[in-house]
């Protein structure tokens, strides 16, 4: 397979090379002028559940209908309904804990512990639940590591350290998914397990446990699709020393934690007690698809992604002098009006073999929330998805060799996209910048997370005319400017040379798998691979 689509990914590079074959026109000044548009303040920084989120997506659907597209949704319509579940706590909650001795310790939500209910009612009530210290939490057979061994947590309560172990095992300077708070949620519901505590490297004084309390009681959503646990919790070291202290285990001896060689031990003769309700209020925000079916298998399916929303206005913000609407032109009107216009030039091709989606999502500021919800409940079966091509905030450049990707190293799209480059006199790089950890950060990690090849290019660096230190400069420059700030406003001075040349190699990636029988896969060492592996007899 990989042989095969080296030569296919070959052939369309030699068509790019050579100029026209498979034509296509992205025009800067469209891409301008449709940003523009849907980053005007009449539509109130797209914030989802708003009359800016009607007016988004009705100028979306009237740009698709324009073109002759087919509507992508669920039921032959244009949007799919994304309901999402938002938890505030109430005040009243408990929390104990019980040692071998029998004597109770009542902890103090918002002092030395926090407690957040993860169920879809908002309540949990747990009652002398055993305690299992699983170090980082992490069950990782291409890493050969596996915190939980062979201990049975199944309803039980799990104890882990947050992140994940530093070195090259694990990425290095880049995090893997295994770093995340959902991840271990994910991984201890899978085990059965009734709530996650995790341990924060830092005692109740420490900056670190203020950090976390601050914001403890504020209102969140919860991803469609997130591990159903009936509660969360954090507590600082003074509290899970007293715990692993009661049970005789002595977390300071415990130098396998870092190397590999740990496994979960029990904390014998404790246990915990928790009481928490939390309101909860729905917002519904919908995503918007198009699709172009494809001629031999359309149930196989390509899917380009953005995300429409932004963070609203004067609503959302309230009390912020001057300018009150966040427009979101780079983030993400781009992005939107880049999936727009890819949907316009392959429109114009011949028809693909298989289907490509364009799928505009909802609330991704808050949480990659439309993509968790499509992921939760697809409208084309995950199996038989090839991949997920992702533009969030187009580059606003000239012309640049480097072809900058979230995720290095992860999946053959990059190996694709690669090829692409280089017959443009191009490459491909990582983002630069590991503390950011983007990978996890867009609307490709949820189909990601599912299994599904996921990329998504970022800015380029190596300017052309300037080289990567003016291109580094003039990046961070536009970034702490601009990102997330009322400022994010459109500028008929952008350069979107960068942007189209962009698109331009994304259209091939896309357009060859569509007219291809290849699966893209994981690379050996991606934490995704073993997902995509399961449903592996649905691509047969």
Not at 97 to 107: K, N, R, S
Not at 246 to 275: E, M, N
Not at 280 to 302: C, F, K, S, Y
């Amino acid at each position: 397979m990989y042989r095969r689509m080296l030569g296919g990914v070959a052939a369309v590079a030699l068509l790019v090379m050579a100029g026209p074959g498979l034509a296509q026109d992205f025009s800067a000044a469209r891409i301008s002028e449709g940003i523009r548009t849907i980053s005007a303040d009449a539509y109130q920084g797209r914030y989802p559940g708003t009359e800016g989120e009607r007016m988004t997506l009705d100028w979306l659907q009237a740009q698709y209908e324009a073109m002759g597209m087919q509507p992508g949704g669920p039921d032959g319509q244009w949007l799919q309904t994304v309901e999402l579940k938002r938890f505030t706590p109430v005040e009243g909650s408990t929390a104990s804990w019980t040692g071998p001795d029998g004597q109770v310790h009542a902890l103090t939500p918002g002092t030395d512990i926090i407690l957040r209910a993860a169920t879809n009612d908002g309540h949990a009530a747990i009652q002398d639940a055993a305690l299992v210290f699983v170090g980082y939490g992490i069950h990782a057979p291409e890493r050969q590591w596996d915190d939980y061994g062979d201990v049975d947590v199944h309803g039980k309560v799990v104890v882990v350290v947050a992140g994940e172990p530093d070195g090259e095992r694990f990425n290095g300077a880049y995090t893997t998914n295994y770093e995340s708070g959902a991840y271990k949620a994910d991984e201890a519901f899978r085990r059965g397990a009734v709530g996650v505590v995790t341990l924060t490297a830092g005692d109740m004084a420490s900056r670190m446990w203020q950090r976390t309390l601050r914001g403890h009681d504020r209102t969140r959503t919860m991803a469609p699709g997130a591990a159903d646990l009936e509660f969360s919790a954090s507590v600082p070291q003074e509290t899970a020393l007293a715990w692993t202290g009661a049970a005789g285990v002595d977390l300071t001896d415990i130098t396998a934690i870092a190397d590999g060689r740990f496994r979960a031990r029990p904390l014998t003769g404790v246990t915990l007690s928790v009481a928490v309700t939390e309101t909860v209020d729905t917002l519904v925000t919908h995503n918007l698809l198009a699709r172009i079916p494809g001629t031999e298998h359309p149930e196989q399916t390509i899917i380009y992604s953005a995300h429409w929303d932004h963070v609203g206005g004067a609503a959302q913000h309230p009390g912020v002098e001057g300018d009150t609407v966040w427009n979101g032109a780079w983030d993400n009107a781009s992005g939107t009006i880049g999936v727009l216009e890819m949907a316009r030039q392959l429109n114009a091709a011949p028809r693909p073999k298989r289907s490509i989606v364009f799928a505009h999502m909802a609330a991704e500021e808050m949480g990659l929330m439309g993509s968790y919800g499509y992921a939760a409940d697809p409208v084309y079966p995950l199996e038989t998805t090839v991949a997920d091509i992702n533009i969030d905030m187009l580059p606003l450049s000239g012309p640049t060799r480097d072809v900058p990707i979230f995720g290095k190293g992860q999946n053959d799209l990059e190996d694709r996209l690669e090829l692409l480059a280089a017959a443009k006199g191009r490459y491909v790089s990582d983002d630069h910048m590991p503390e950011q950890g983007f990978y996890y950060r867009s609307d490709h990690f949820p189909f990601a997370r599912m299994g599904v090849p996921a990329i998504m290019p970022w800015h380029g660096w190596d300017w052309v005319d300037g080289g990567l230190e003016a291109g580094e400069a003039a990046w961070r420059a536009k970034f702490a400017a601009d990102y997330h700030k009322a400022s994010d406003e459109w500028s008929a001075d952008w350069d979107l040379t960068s942007a189209v040349e962009n698109l331009g190699l994304l259209y091939h990636l896309g357009l060859d798998l569509a007219n291809s029988s290849d699966w893209p896969g994981w690379k050996p060492d991606s934490e995704f691979g073993a997902v995509r592996a399961e449903s592996a007899a649905a691509r047969q």
